[in-house]
C-alpha cells in the first residue's frame, strides 16, 4: 500500500536525521519513493486483473455493472439536458405562459460535452501514438 505524502515527508525528515551522509540520505529517500511507486503499480495492475475478472463473467449482475450505469447515466444526462427543458416549455405553452420566460441550463451541459469532448480527443492521441488496446 501506498504511503500518503505526509508520511513520506515525515520518514523522509528521519532519513535526514539518522543519516548524516547526504548522498546517502538522498539515495534511501530515493529507494523509499522507489519503494511506494512499486506498491502503488502493483495495486493498480491488481485492480485491472479484478476488473478483467469481472467483466469476462457470465453473470449479467457481475459483467453487467458498467454498461448499466453508462446507460442510466446517459439516461439521466438525456432527460436533465434536453427533456426536462421540453417537458418544461410545453407546460408553459399549454398554461398561456410565455415560452421565451424558459431558460434553457447550458452550464451542465457545456461542462459535460467539455469532459466528453477531452476524452474523445485523449483517445485520438492514443491512436496517433499507436496505442490501440
Known sequence: MAFPLQI???VGTIID???PDKAAAEKAKQE???ADLDAEIKLALGQ???NKVE???SSVFVAGWRPYI???CGTALAYHAVVKHIIVLLITIYNGGDPNSVSFDMD???YILGALL???WARTYEKKLGVNK
Do not use: D, N
Request: hydrophobic share 60%; proline share 0%; glycine share 16%.
Open 70 to 72: 453508462g446507460w442510466v
Open 8 to 10: 513520506l515527508s515525515i
Open 48 to 50: 485491472i486483473e479484478v
Open 32 to 34: 523509499l519513493a522507489k
Open 118 to 120: 477531452g476524452l474523445g
Open 108 to 110: 451542465t451541459l457545456g
Open 55 to 57: 467483466a469476462a463473467h
Open 17 to 19: 536525521r539518522i543519516i
